[in-house]
């Protein structure tokens, strides 16, 4: 664990990992009670990383960089450095609940309203025929509550945590939580618990694959994503134009 190449692309080293991967780092990680932690990285995450100081230092803090959009994938291809897939944070969320589901890992949700997260806690229990979602509680709290929820956490004997909080609280309670967390692996998935809650769609599978899963989600929320995304794609842009005529 810890031995995966590192690839930079665009400034971040991201972690050459295929999803494939994600159960030999996950059982590593409980074997030996490590604690990880595990981000993914969009056109929108990629802004905040070179014009935002504190997110930048909350990346560089955790120990897997994942590749969230298909934009990160073709610029690894015009670098000539490809990494190996495009790991979308509902995906690897997925993927770590089948796999705790044969190995009998226990899962907290943190975050968005309550009904949401209650609701996609019992869809994935139902779905896997396994309690593998052993608590849950909404993403609305104060900082001065942040201890209560770390309590309710631990209480739970849960080894995954994963927090559907919007930035930058999200990062604020991860980089608070971490040293007094016992779970051993913890990642931020944005909007996922809305999507398998069923309040937001994802879109389909053939829009995902030619990287517009982006224009999806802003034709389903063009006031609060229009002007978002056209600043981040922008800088998408202008970073592969600095990077592809920089000198060494």
């Known amino acids: 664990m810890g031995q995966e190449r590192k690839i930079n692309i665009l400034g971040i080293d991201f972690s050459d990992v295929s999803s494939k991967d994600l159960e030999k780092i996950l059982e590593e990680t409980i074997n030996l009670n490590k604690k990880i932690k595990v981000c993914d990285v969009n056109t929108q ?3 905040l990383y070179h014009t935002d100081p504190n997110y930048k230092n909350y990346i560089k803090t955790c120990d897997y960089i994942l590749p969230d959009g298909m934009s990160i994938i073709v610029s690894s291809k015009i670098f000539r450095k490809p990494l190996k897939e495009r790991l979308a944070g509902i995906d690897v969320m997925e993927k770590i609940v089948e796999i705790s ?16 997260v209650k609701k996609a ?4 229990n139902k779905k896997f025929e396994k309690n593998v979602v052993v608590g849950y509680r909404d993403g ?7 201890d209560l929820v770390i309590d309710d956490i631990n209480q739970k004997k849960s080894n995954i945590l994963f927090v ?3 930035y930058p609280k999200r990062e ?3 980089s608070y939580a971490f040293d007094k967390l016992n779970v051993n692996f ?3 998935v944005g909007g996922s618990f809305e999507v398998l809650a069923g309040v937001k769609k994802r879109a389909p599978k053939w829009v995902q694959k030619i990287g517009m899963e982006w224009f999806y989600r802003m034709i389903q929320d063009p006031k609060d994503k229009f002007k978002r995304y056209l600043i981040s794609h922008s800088y998408y842009v202008y970073l592969n134009l600095k990077y592809l005529f920089k000198k060494d």
Do not use: H, T
Request: aromatic share 18%.
């Open 140 to 146: 609305y709290f104060e900082k001065a509550d942040y």
């Open 186 to 188: 913890i990642m931020g």
């Open 121 to 124: 806690a019992e869809i994935l």
């Open 101 to 116: 589901c044969r190995k009998d890992y226990k899962i907290y949700l943190l975050g968005a309203k309550e009904e949401v």
């Open 172 to 174: 604020d309670f991860i």
């Open 164 to 166: 559907g909080i919007s």
């Open 45 to 47: 995450i990629l802004y």
